[in-house]
């Protein structure tokens, strides 16, 4: 057994120094860079002008590890050849400030990029008429716990001509900002599964780009099946957008579109939500909060137009009015599905604002169907206009409710509106965690008091609520906490209660008969259970069947 032991060691050391002579270390040092090419390898060669970097790769057989590291304000890194490499990023900061991709990987084949573990990485280009700051010639598989920062300032920040994974293993990938997409990939024939983005676990967040958040071009799908998504556009586009299919069987998803005429997740095929957390918020004026695409005819696929749903949980908040156009208008929907939607489980939670639609089915040539064999599916509707996406400045505020005195532990039926004067300047949908958070706009930064409301679902109500302590707008300021929020109070009407006790019981059935003889009075807003704005013997029936649920 120690024989064998020992020969196991032996041979991991082997590998190990094997290893060790595979790597290729570039290192960066302002407007200078060294090539660290161990003598051993005879098939890679590197060429050097100040901090601009190629390396030419002839290799057939071996995968070399490049080591990144260092940082320039102007460098740049070109690898080329024909065989699979590791692309190891090691604490680099690189600008390339003359033209051209910071990293260009000009290799058609596998290329594995390992964000080293406890390293931060940035990257970014600044001028030319290259394709990406990050940009891959082949297909691209992300690992590594460390974390890497894209700036595309030319087109997209990052972009491989065939698929992008992300492993299980992955940091954190922050695309800072991008002309185009955050993230593109995609190029070839249709139904080629080597055109997607698939994400099985890390960090992803997108802000500040022109294009999309993340775009599988060219027939591609995306596939989310693990991590954390967030994708914050503002300009006319789609947080995640695919040429055929969008997948989520995993993760939480967070998208946030804010320009006109923008969807939330886009595919111009099926959209399938079978697990995992997706929020999306769409604020602009014929904005789509989902999108199933369906084509009859042209150069793409066929059919589709489906929206699949069994499982995960699936929030879509949309607000906006229609978009005027020279053809009529466009509409602001939630979920707009060319074909049929299809559910047979997870939970589905639609919230539409203002002149917004809960969900379309159908096109001009197809007669959409709709089906619900399992889970929940909801569409609640709010009054307030909330066009948040029109503002410059915010504030968040944690707040929690008090009805009657007690705090509020189920907030499933209600949401909150914040307001400036009579302009409603934010909203807050709680989730399971007691409190709510609301982000309150403004254009001006002037100390302006903020008022709050109440709105419940289910019988359309509304009430005025009164915070704790006065609220003033302030720019980048927090009010309250999880831990201790802002209290807002109110007293909500209880349907039933026609004497006003707090207790819906055979008491209330004596008042409101009473009150129908001519006897007595009743709280008539309670009294009126079934909303039909008089008081008689259906609301004594609506009574009774409160007090028999209880």
Same mark, same amino acid.
């Given at each position: ?9 032996? !041979?991991?050391?082997? %590998?190990?120094?094997?290893?060790? *002579? ?20 005879? +098939? ?29 304000? /102007? ?6 050849? /024909? &065989? ?18 910071? %990293? ?20 970014? +280009? ?21 974390? !890497? ?7 997209? #920040? ?5 698929? %992008? ?10 695309? !800072?900002?991008?002309?185009? /997409? ?13 055109? &997607? ?21 060219? &027939? ?16 006319? #586009? ?101 074909? /049929? ?8 939670? %639609? ?15 197809? *007669? ?22 029109? &503002? ?29 004067? +009579? ?41 005025? !609520? ?7 707008? *302030?720019?980048?300021? $927090?009010?309250?906490?999880?831990? $201790? ?12 209660? =026609? ?24 709280? *008539?807003?309670? =009294? +009126? ?22």
């Amino acid at each position: 057994m120690k024989k064998i032991t020992s020969i196991a060691l032996l !041979l991991m050391l082997g %590998i190990s120094r094997m290893s060790a *002579q595979d790597i290729i270390e570039i290192v960066y040092d302002g407007s200078e860079a060294t090539v660290n090419i161990p003598s051993g390898i005879n +098939d890679v060669v590197s060429s050097r002008n100040g901090a601009n970097v190629i390396i030419t790769s002839n290799t057939t057989d071996k995968e070399y590890v490049y080591r990144v590291k260092g940082a320039s304000a /102007d460098g740049s890194l070109t690898i080329k050849g /024909d &065989y699979k490499l590791t692309l190891q990023l090691a604490g680099v900061t690189l600008t390339n400030a003359h033209g051209g991709a910071a %990293i260009d990987v000009n290799c058609g084949k596998r290329i594995a990029v390992e964000l080293a573990d406890g390293t931060i990485n940035t990257l970014s +280009d600044a001028i030319g008429s290259h394709k990406a700051a990050l940009h891959f010639e082949g297909h691209v598989e992300f690992k590594g716990g460390g974390k !890497l920062n894209v700036s595309g300032k030319v087109k997209h #920040a990052i972009r491989a001509k065939e698929y %992008i994974e992300l492993k299980s293993s992955t940091g954190t990938i922050n695309i !800072l900002e991008a002309v185009s /997409d955050g993230i593109h990939c995609g190029k070839g024939k249709v139904n080629n599964e080597h055109n &997607y983005f698939l994400m099985k676990g890390g960090i992803v967040n997108i802000t500040n780009v022109g294009g999309d958040g993340i775009d599988s071009d060219d &027939y591609g799908v995306v596939k989310i099946e693990g991590g954390v998504l967030s994708v914050n556009i503002k300009d006319d #586009a789609s947080g995640l957008k695919a040429d055929s299919t969008v997948t989520i069987n995993d993760g939480k998803i967070n998208i946030s579109v804010k320009g006109e005429d923008s969807k939330g997740i886009r595919a111009n095929y099926a959209v399938n939500v079978l697990g995992g957390k997706t929020i999306v918020i769409v604020e602009g004026d014929g904005s789509k909060g989902m999108k199933a695409k369906r084509y009859d005819s042209g150069s793409t696929v066929l059919n589709g137009g489906e929206l699949n749903i069994s499982g995960g949980e699936l929030s879509v908040r949309c607000h906006g009015k229609s978009l005027p156009s020279e053809s009529g208008s466009t509409k602001c929907v939630a979920v707009s599905v060319d074909a /049929d939607l299809k559910q047979t489980a997870g939970d589905v939670d %639609i919230t539409v604002f203002d002149e917004a639609i809960a969900y379309t089915l159908g096109s001009e040539t197809y *007669q959409g169907s709709e089906t619900h064999t399992g889970g929940s599916f909801t569409v609640r509707r709010v009054p307030w206009e909330g066009q948040t996406g029109n &503002y410059q400045y915010d504030m968040t505020v944690y707040v929690a409710v008090n009805n009657n005195g007690e705090r509020l532990t189920n907030y499933d039926d209600i949401t909150i509106g914040a307001f400036i004067g +009579d302009e409603c300047v934010g909203y807050g949908i709680f989730e399971k965690d007691g409190y709510g958070v609301i982000r309150v706009r403004n254009n001006d930064t002037s100390a302006h008091p903020v008022t709050f409301k109440l709105y419940r679902f289910s019988d359309h109500s509304i009430y005025d !609520l009164k915070p704790s302590k006065t609220v003033t707008f *302030q720019k980048d300021t $927090n009010v309250g906490e999880p831990s $201790n929020p802002l209290v807002l109070s109110c007293k909500m009407k209880l349907r039933g209660d =026609a004497n006003g006790d707090g207790e819906v019981d055979a008491e209330d059935i004596i008042a409101i008969a009473n009150f129908v003889m001519g006897k007595g009075g009743v709280m *008539q807003e309670n =009294a +009126d259970v079934n909303g039909d704005r008089v008081v008689n013997i259906a609301d004594i029936i609506c009574v009774v069947s409160i007090i028999t649920v209880k």
